[in-house]
């Protein structure tokens, strides 16, 4: 490799690199104006660029005219200076070039700027979609900056892994037919096939298998993804993926290698040894914490007076827990002192819409071992000291119990747990709790559509001990999937895929796709799969979130993305999606 050069026509340096070494040297630095500041009969000015800050001194001693230049610059002026570096007497240890300054005996502006409409400092006072439509003026900030240096490593070292793994990387197109994965697809109007359009890709998941089919064995792709689904908090209609198929592989096979892959990104990016990734099915993830990405950070795991195996509620006259179908609660350390108006919080939390649960039972277990609860009047003490025992409380506890649907029910509670989690403090940003969660269902019933629908996608290849269920209880088949959760987060997918026609076929024909339909959208894999296709599967990573997470452990994406777009699928800065030329639209048939 030939060595690296800093130093250009325009500069010897960067203003992160300069340490007493180089006291007495002189040399040339470019920047931006980042602070100003008159102190002694001098100006200071504080010089920025990507790779840190370097304070300059500005003497009307020495040149009187420069000094008065100098004052009159504006926050965000580019400028060239050439200077002598010499040590501080005033260090500033918070910078790593702060024993050092440069003074100045020339300078060129090489650019004015207006004032920005914000400050650029870590912490800034712009709003969200301001910032937005000055991208590139956020994107100078501090944090922002190393949020993207630190995603171009993590590419670096998910590249550097699935190299030495075999893993090639080859491009897929981005004009093609619908791939299905639950979302609505963008399209793309062809001109010279009037009437007709591209699908830009979903994710590269039918190219991706057949380049198994090929023979490429190992496929990898750090890939953009398009999904026009409906608006939620932070979700991009463009991602990025970390997309990955190998041939020749089990579940087993898939997870190791992803295991390894993620262990390796820690290393590197945080220096940190995970310690284990435990896997937990569907059905447990569920049943245990309400939701099939549980945070392992912390317990409280939910527990079941009544469901559809048991009913332990006993002696009670109290008709909500009676009628309902579940009935299950949290038991949480300690938090038997939370004050009426915690409790009533946390009752407005679970009431409130995206929630949905019709109202909160709270039973607090004081330490003297007396029991004060939000159903005193219908319940008995020692009945509650009973449920007590099945939520695994103790004194000093608080129990938090929902009545309703089991579905919902269980999402309030794991929506509920979550919430606790954050409130004492029991998810921490350093703690890092990997998961497997295997075994998810094959299909799920679309009651509006009145039809089964692939959990993960069509292609994805059931539990062997499942075959016969496939047409005659779907809702019990087993996939072979597998999602890895990160505190909380899903941050990767995928299955061992099916990979012969007849049983493509067969999923098809339980998704409701008749012979014909399924050979008009499908031909080409269902073609390809008799010619020799090998068993094969894979996963993909969210990558947009998969940095989120390893870099700032947050499940917000947009501070990681260089140009997102905002909460209705727009780029404020450009001001996309636009009308077009009414020419063009006529030329496409539109
Ligand atoms: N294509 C799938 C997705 O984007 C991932 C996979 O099955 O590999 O979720």
């Given at each position: 490799?030939?060595?690296?050069?800093?130093?250009?026509?325009?500069?010897?340096?960067?203003?992160?690199?300069?340490?007493?070494?180089?006291?007495?040297?002189?040399?040339?630095?470019?920047?931006?104006?980042?602070?100003?500041?008159?102190?002694?009969?001098?100006?200071?000015?504080?010089?920025?660029?990507?790779?840190?800050?370097?304070?300059?001194?500005?003497?009307?001693?020495?040149?009187?005219?420069?000094?008065?230049?100098?004052?009159?610059?504006?926050?965000?002026?580019?400028?060239?200076?050439?200077?002598?570096?010499?040590?501080?007497?005033?260090?500033?240890?918070?910078?790593?070039?702060?024993?050092?300054?440069?003074?100045?005996?020339?300078?060129?502006?090489?650019?004015?700027?207006?004032?920005?409409?914000?400050?650029?400092?870590?912490?800034?006072?712009?709003?969200?979609?301001?910032?937005?439509?000055?991208?590139?003026?956020?994107?100078?900030?501090?944090?922002?900056?190393?949020h993207?240096?630190q995603r171009?490593?993590v590419a670096?070292a998910v590249?550097?892994?699935?190299?030495?793994?075999?893993?090639?990387?080859?491009?897929?197109?981005?004009?093609?037919?619908?791939?299905?994965e639950g979302a609505?697809?963008?399209?793309?109007?062809?001109?010279?096939?009037?009437?007709?359009?591209?699908?830009?890709?979903?994710s590269?998941?039918?190219?991706?298998?057949?380049?198994?089919?090929?023979?490429?064995?190992?496929?990898?792709?750090i890939?953009?993804c398009?999904r026009?689904e409906?608006l939620r908090q932070d979700r991009q209609?463009?991602f990025t993926q970390i997309d990955c198929?190998?041939?020749?592989?089990?579940?087993?096979?898939?997870l190791?290698?992803f295991e390894?892959m993620v262990r390796?990104v820690f290393?590197?990016i945080r220096?940190l040894?995970l310690t284990e990734f435990p896997r937990m099915s569907y059905?447990e993830a569920i049943?245990t914490y309400g939701t099939d990405k549980p945070d392992l950070r912390f317990g409280m795991t939910l527990?079941?007076?009544?469901?559809?195996?048991?009913?332990?509620?006993?002696?009670?006259?109290?008709?909500?827990?009676?009628?309902?179908?579940?009935?299950?609660?949290?038991?949480?350390?300690?938090?038997?002192?939370?004050?009426?108006?915690?409790?009533?919080?946390?009752?407005?939390?679970?009431?409130?819409?995206q929630i949905?649960?019709?109202?909160?039972?709270?039973?607090?277990?004081?330490?003297?071992?007396?029991?004060?609860?939000?159903?005193?009047?219908?319940?008995?003490?020692?009945?509650?000291?009973?449920?007590?025992?099945?939520?695994?409380?103790?004194?000093?506890?608080?129990?938090?119990?929902?009545?309703?649907?089991?579905?919902?029910?269980r999402r309030?509670l794991s929506e509920l747990r979550l919430e606790l989690g954050r409130r004492l403090g029991l998810r921490s940003a350093d703690d890092f709790r990997p998961l497997w969660v295997v075994?998810f269902?094959?299909?799920?019933?679309?009651?509006?559509?009145?039809?089964?629908?692939?959990m993960h996608?069509?292609?994805?290849?059931?539990?062997?001990?499942?075959?016969?269920?496939?047409?005659?209880?779907?809702?019990?088949?087993?996939?072979?999937a597998y999602d890895l959760v990160l505190n909380g987060v899903e941050i990767g997918g995928g299955?061992?895929?099916?990979?012969?026609?007849?049983?493509?076929?067969?999923?098809?024909?339980?998704?409701?796709?008749?012979?014909?339909?399924?050979?008009?959208?499908?031909?080409?894999?269902?073609?390809?799969?008799?010619?020799?296709?090998?068993?094969?599967?894979?996963i993909a990573f969210g990558f947009d979130r998969f940095c989120s997470m390893i870099i700032a452990n947050q499940e917000g994406i947009r501070d990681f993305i260089?140009?997102p777009?905002?909460n209705?699928?727009?780029?404020?800065?450009?001001?996309?999606?636009?009308?077009?030329?009414?020419?063009?639209?006529?030329?496409?048939?539109?």
């Amino acid at each position: 490799m030939p060595p690296k050069v800093h130093s250009t026509t325009y500069r010897t340096h960067t203003c992160g690199e300069l340490r007493l070494s180089h006291a007495a040297t002189t040399v040339t630095l470019c920047g931006w104006v980042f602070r100003i500041r008159p102190f002694g009969g001098m100006t200071f000015i504080d010089l920025r660029d990507r790779y840190g800050i370097t304070q300059l001194v500005f003497n009307p001693q020495t040149d009187a005219t420069l000094a008065e230049q100098a004052e009159r610059l504006g926050r965000e002026y580019i400028i060239q200076v050439t200077g002598q570096v010499v040590e501080r007497s005033n260090k500033n240890p918070a910078l790593p070039t702060g024993d050092v300054e440069v003074l100045v005996t020339r300078m060129q502006v090489l650019n004015a700027s207006r004032t920005p409409p914000f400050t650029l400092e870590d912490q800034t006072d712009g709003g969200e979609e301001l910032r937005m439509k000055f991208r590139y003026l956020d994107l100078r900030r501090r944090p922002l900056q190393q949020h993207l240096l630190q995603r171009h490593q993590v590419a670096r070292a998910v590249r550097e892994y699935l190299d030495g793994q075999g893993f090639v990387d080859i491009e897929t197109p981005h004009l093609i037919k619908s791939t299905p994965e639950g979302a609505r697809d963008f399209v793309v109007p062809s001109r010279l096939n009037p009437g007709q359009f591209y699908a830009l890709p979903q994710s590269p998941q039918t190219f991706k298998q057949l380049l198994m089919v090929s023979g490429f064995d190992r496929y990898y792709q750090i890939v953009r993804c398009f999904r026009d689904e409906d608006l939620r908090q932070d979700r991009q209609p463009e991602f990025t993926q970390i997309d990955c198929e190998m041939a020749f592989v089990g579940r087993e096979d898939v997870l190791q290698m992803f295991e390894h892959m993620v262990r390796h990104v820690f290393r590197r990016i945080r220096n940190l040894e995970l310690t284990e990734f435990p896997r937990m099915s569907y059905a447990e993830a569920i049943r245990t914490y309400g939701t099939d990405k549980p945070d392992l950070r912390f317990g409280m795991t939910l527990h079941y007076l009544k469901d559809e195996y048991a009913n332990l509620l006993g002696e009670h006259h109290f008709s909500v827990l009676d009628q309902a179908e579940v009935v299950a609660g949290i038991s949480v350390p300690g938090a038997a002192s939370f004050t009426r108006k915690q409790l009533d919080e946390l009752t407005e939390f679970v009431r409130r819409p995206q929630i949905g649960a019709g109202g909160l039972i709270t039973i607090r277990w004081q330490e003297d071992g007396s029991l004060k609860s939000s159903i005193d009047k219908y319940i008995a003490a020692d009945t509650l000291l009973r449920y007590a025992e099945v939520l695994r409380a103790r004194p000093g506890d608080l129990m938090l119990l929902i009545a309703g649907p089991a579905s919902n029910t269980r999402r309030a509670l794991s929506e509920l747990r979550l919430e606790l989690g954050r409130r004492l403090g029991l998810r921490s940003a350093d703690d890092f709790r990997p998961l497997w969660v295997v075994d998810f269902p094959l299909l799920e019933y679309d009651a509006e559509q009145q039809r089964w629908a692939a959990m993960h996608h069509p292609f994805t290849s059931w539990h062997p001990d499942d075959d016969a269920l496939l047409e005659s209880d779907p809702a019990r088949v087993r996939a072979n999937a597998y999602d890895l959760v990160l505190n909380g987060v899903e941050i990767g997918g995928g299955s061992v895929r099916i990979h012969n026609r007849t049983d493509q076929m067969r999923m098809f024909r339980r998704l409701g796709l008749s012979e014909q339909e399924a050979e008009q959208k499908f031909g080409f894999i269902l073609n390809a799969f008799e010619y020799g296709a090998p068993p094969h599967g894979g996963i993909a990573f969210g990558f947009d979130r998969f940095c989120s997470m390893i870099i700032a452990n947050q499940e917000g994406i947009r501070d990681f993305i260089a140009f997102p777009k905002n909460n209705m699928g727009r780029d404020v800065m450009l001001d996309a999606p636009s009308d077009i030329d009414p020419e063009l639209k006529k030329e496409l048939g539109l």
